[in-house]
């Protein structure tokens, strides 16, 4: 059964950093993409950065983003983290890991087409 569980989520200031793990498993992370997922209260569903092992290792981040979050595999430990540094206010949501087999690039990966099964999500809040 494919599972996906996320953690490391928690309560940090503005400029604060964390670090959240989707362990995954049911399926080789060899043969699939798996992406970091957020959604704000009130706002949809947005793509925060993704994976693609099924295409070399490829990473892609979404522009809110890129040079403060991290994304990392430890396939010893069937888990996938995002290392969120700097973080802000507007970064607040639960967010989720998913996984979809096969090569997945650029935008469908970000945006996470077809992406399934999903995590339960893990609450992030940025505040003073």
């Known amino acids: 059964q494919v599972q996906l569980v996320e953690s490391g989520g928690g309560l940090v200031q503005p400029g604060g950093s964390l670090s959240l793990s989707c362990t995954v498993s049911?399926?080789?992370?060899?043969?699939?993409?798996v992406g970091w997922f957020r959604q704000a209260p009130g706002k949809e569903r947005e793509g925060v950065s993704c994976?693609?092992?099924?295409?070399?290792?490829?990473?892609y981040y979404a522009d809110a983003v890129q040079g403060r979050f991290t994304i990392a595999e430890d396939k010893a430990k069937n888990t996938v983290y995002l290392q969120m540094d700097k973080l802000k206010p507007e970064d607040t949501g639960t967010y989720y890991c998913a996984a979809r087999r096969g090569a997945v690039v650029g935008a469908q990966c970000i945006i996470g087409v077809d992406f399934g099964p999903w995590g339960q999500g893990t609450q992030v809040i940025v505040s003073p």
């Open positions: 994976v693609s092992n099924a295409d070399g290792g490829s990473i």
């Open positions: 049911g399926f080789n992370l060899d043969y699939y993409a």
